[in-house]
Antibody, heavy 114, light 110 residues
Framework: EVQLEESGGGLVQPGGSLRLSCAAS????????MSWVRQAPGGGLEWVSA????????YHADSVEGRFSISRDNSKNTVFLQMNSLRAEDTAVYYC???????WGQGTLVTVTS | NFMLTQPHSVSESPGKTVTISCTGS????????VQWFQQRPGSAPTTVIY?????PSGVPDRFSGSIDRSANSASLTVSGLKTEDEADYYC?????????FGTGTKLTVL
């Protein structure tokens, strides 16, 4: 069964950092691009970052450019989202998704508050 | 910036058919695939349509997707509505490597 499981969310103060992980199983991870998508409380879906299958290419939304960084470890079937300089408006459930969005994880909640 | 605009909400009765639109702000919506997601309260999104009009296994054929190039829009049609179809629906596409999600539509089945 194809599965994605996010972890690493939690409570953090403004200006702080957090690293999210997404562990994949049930498919050949190194063959697929991966993405992170977030959803603020009561809000819609917002694309955050994407990474190519090899990790050579990364893309970020303007709202997180320069603060967030996506990476992956194909030997561990895991994609990461390093989030720095966090702001209150980054508070959201963060989902990882497989290339083409056919598979989604269950999400991990990030709350940025003092 | 490229945007995808959806109606805020739609409602229809059980057994009827509803169509949700997703209109691109510029360019040619047909130049990139469009996906559609269903999200029930408290749950992660699930895909109901991918690559414009393909259904993942397990999604009933009551769900269908289409593209209207003349209107620069995509549509999700749900026929034979059931109460379980009540959810938020989002379209998604791409623009020069950037992933874009639609504004979302709340479907009420009453």
């Amino acid at each position: 069964e194809v599965q994605l499981e996010e972890s690493g969310g939690g409570l953090v103060q403004p200006g702080g950092s957090l690293r999210l992980s997404c562990a994949a199983s049930g498919f050949t991870f190194s063959n697929y691009a991966m993405s992170w998508v977030r959803q603020a409380p009561g809000g819609g879906l917002e694309w955050v970052s994407a990474i190519s299958d090899s990790g050579a290419m990364t893309y970020h939304a303007d709202s997180v450019e320069g603060r967030f960084s996506i990476s992956r470890d194909n030997s561990k079937n895991t994609v990461f989202l390093q989030m720095n300089s966090l702001r209150a408006e980054d508070t959201a459930v963060y989902y990882c998704a497989k290339d083409g969005y056919l598979v989604w994880g269950q999400g991990t909640l990030v709350t940025v508050t003092s | 910036n490229f945007m995808l605009t959806q109606p805020h909400s739609v409602s229809e009765s059980p057994g009827k058919t509803v169509t949700i639109s997703c209109t691109g702000s510029s360019g040619d919506i047909a130049s990139n695939y469009v996906q559609w997601f269903q999200q029930r309260p408290g749950s992660a999104p699930t895909t109901v349509i991918y690559e414009d009009n393909q259904r993942p296994s397990g999604v009933p054929d009551r769900f269908s997707g289409s593209i209207d190039r003349s209107a620069n829009s995509a549509s999700l049609t749900v026929s034979g509505l059931k109460t379980e179809d009540e959810a938020d629906y989002y379209c998604q596409s791409y623009d020069n490597g950037i992933h874009v999600f639609g504004t979302g539509t709340k479907l009420t089945v009453l």
